[in-house]
């Protein structure tokens, strides 16, 4: 029968409704020659746990008091390590005589029940029968290292498609004319990271493709309920039959240029990389200028730390366009979704000194050519992070 220490452990999950449980493992304790002791915590239920995405590239920390079972409490740190080959968060800041650290604690089931980001409740138990209360009193059966108890998750997870749908048709249903394409690109961003789990935790060139696609998915939903009846009601004559025509062909070209923009804007926001977008001061209007279009126009600042970038859904033909834009930027990025191009087209752009940056998915209908390397959209804004700090 388990003791007082799990009664108070269970009636504090219980009370606030969620509660992460994992073993104290050697490598939280140090005791596997780590270059850390701290408590590992999972990235799956990172929302619970940290306002800070798993985001590749970027180290992040917020700072929770931990009240533990010996009534002291510790001004914590949980750290998100997402720079250089570390992708884990962990739970650090302890004093010297912390006594759930040491090499005794191993295999001791932890219990964290995180009542908001910066007040977490910590309990530690040691006994196979408090370890056995807390996980049956929990419906946990901790097969691996962890587990995690929320009272408001459903008993079945919902199929992300079925969620991106529903949230989709949730967004129509309020609608009461044409939203902008700004917020069509927003909600779609939105409902992935809602709907797919880990979703921020995706390299860029993943995130961009589902931003595209699923925007697509809206669009065309959004077009189906308000051009409807148009398309539906008798025309009046051919010409207004063109004129309808024309209007919906011209309202999806200019939506798939938009909305390319609008994404990469939102992962070099995500990334803490500044930019302008288009400055008609300057010489072809480029998309977009990092670190900004004031860096661009102060004289003194120095050319080789500006990043110029032309966002076009296709390029085949209107790569020439960038090497007219930012005459001080030598070296001209074109990011595009272009299914493919010509080896001599690639050749041309070296030529030109034009880099072009294409998603990992869809480089594989690239040539292969010799001295030509196309950029990965992770390259790419790894790339400019570096710039912007140099």
Known sequence: ?????AERAIEDALKHGRALIKFISANDVGATGGHQCGFYLPKEPWRMLTPHAPVKGENKKSRPDVLWPDGRITKSTVTWYGVGTRREYRLTGFQRDFPYLDRDS???LLVIVPVSHTNFVAHVLDTDDDIADVQAALGLEVIDRWGIYDKDAKGEEEDPQECIDRSFREFIAKLEGWPKTATMSESARAVLHKCVRDFASKPADTRLIEYMEREYRLFQMVERQLCGPEIGRPFASVDDFVRTAS???NRRKSRAGWSLENHIAALLTEARIPFSARDAQIEGEPDLVIPSMQAYKDPSFPSEKLCMVGVKTTCKDRWRQVTREGKRIETKHILTMQRGISAKQLVEMKEANVRLIVPKEVQKDYPKVPGVKLLQVEEF??????????
């Open 381 to 390: 804004i790894d790339y400019a992070a570096k710039l912007v700090k140099a």
């Open 106 to 108: 191993i295999g001791s």
């Open 1 to 5: 029968m388990g003791s007082h220490l």
């Open 247 to 249: 209007s919906i062909m």
